[in-house]
């Protein structure tokens, strides 16, 4: 039985299940099971598609977040590639039963993985004119003959030419999706999986023009349609490729995690720089990033990375070049700064509500350098900035550009196959359940490293032609119907 997963980058729950003009997705909904998806700590592109294929969460993974540290020096940072993790995925257990795999941006992939079959890079690719990102590296000659350059990724998608970065997230997902369908038609395959990342795009570019709740939205603005915009085109390409499927295809259309509005970012190490816990040779004259800072290790106790959330180090004794938390006190320090994370307010002095996970406590596995701490700010309606020589700690713009958007901890599943026992609305379902589900409906052994659960784990599953009854028929005629497309 054949497996196509379809991801949509941050898929927002609420929209995907709160438009009815999503008219193809709404039919798998009715054919299937649906529902939010949890997604795993931090709920970032890299690692969670990675752990929702794996089934393993990010420590067990070992990666934790674009950039990790590579050792316990302090200038060492790396970012994740395709072989920053060996866990056996979905479709190296697939190779083990001899059936081909075709993955297209599913990140982190460059260099472009070597599975059985076909690989594409995801936007990590530097440069996809100047650097291999296909496997078998022959297929690139190929994709140019179809679509011409093919794109990996908008570059320079956090600026103010909104119509501009429109245009082009729409161009980079006509040939993205073209050159799908192209593989889903003419390739080999037994498991196909996509990941579309102009939906993210739209939604940093776009969010505070779409959403109400946002600080910086105005009704009647140019671009408050262009979300849902891009929404009907994926129902779209969506429902062109149930076109290429027969009935016996598993289809799984699924997010890595949400999106929600973004109300500000708070300065972490600039807090931690006015706590006297982040000591500075001299004090930046402009904002400078953290690896540019000319810091006093001899005196810090901690420092930390920034993005969507942010990861806390700790400068310990015998573990760091100039480590000063004695290694006996380290517990006490980490609950200490845990609390102090937690009680930290916004602008308006009222609870920021973070939240602060201590990685052995929230991952099966705590593999290479983790953080001390990881925080989501505000609970992810606040972002963490990692550079120093703000006015102030709570800011409203980004250190790396226009940004509308930051990511939400469910995402969103739905998943229609012929022998699936389950239907309609689903609640409970976790990223790592979602690799032992197919293999479960498929028929092939579940890996005893995958940490999820198969969501029909028990169940009796479906026989032929059981699929579909005359009240579903019935149910999905009378949707169409209404909405003017019968």
Known sequence: MKICVLGLEGAAPEVIFGDERLVNLRRLMDLGVYGRLQSVIPPNPVPAWMCMSTSQDPGSLGIYGFRDRAGHVYDQMG????????????????????????????????????????????????????????????????????????????????????????????????????????????????????????????????????????????????????????????????????????????VLVVSDHGAQRLDGGFAINQWLSREGLLVLNEYPKVLTAFEKLDVNWSKTKVWSEGGYYARIFFNVQGREPQGVIPPGEYEDFQNQMKARLESLEDDKGQPLNSLVFKPKEIYRNVRNVAPDLIVHFGGLYWRSIGTVGHSRIHLQENDTGPDGCNHAQYGMFILAAPNCPLGGEYEGARLLDIAPTLLDLAGYEIPESMQGRSLVAGLEKKGPGDRQDSEAEKLIHDRLAGLGYI
């Not at 395709?82 to 075709?102: H, M, P, V």
């Not at 037994?190 to 993210?200: E, H, K, M, R």
């Not at 140019?222 to 016996?248: A, R």
């Open 79 to 250: 970012f994740a590639h395709s072989a920053s993790t060996k866990a056996l995925a979905i479709w190296d257990q697939l190779a083990r039963e001899g059936k081909k795999s075709i993955v297209v941006g599913v990140p982190p992939n460059y260099p472009p993985r070597h599975i059985n079959g076909i690989s594409i890079g995801c936007f990590l690719t530097p440069d996809p004119v100047k650097n291999e990102f296909t496997h078998p590296a022959s297929l690139k000659a190929k994709l140019t003959e179809l679509v011409g350059e093919y794109p990996v990724d908008v570059k320079d998608f956090r600026t103010d030419r909104k119509d501009w970065l429109k245009e082009e997230i729409f161009s980079m997902s006509r040939k993205q999706w073209q050159v799908v369908r192209w593989l889903l038609a003419e390739q080999e395959w037994d498991y196909f999986q996509f990941v579309d990342i102009g939906l993210d795009r739209m939604h940093h570019g776009f969010w505070n023009y779409f959403d109400p709740q946002h600080v910086r939205f105005e009704a009647g603005n140019p671009h408050q349609n262009t979300i849902p915009e891009y929404y009907l085109w994926l129902d779209e390409q969506v429902g062109s490729v149930l076109e290429l499927l027969d009935d016996e295809t598993i």
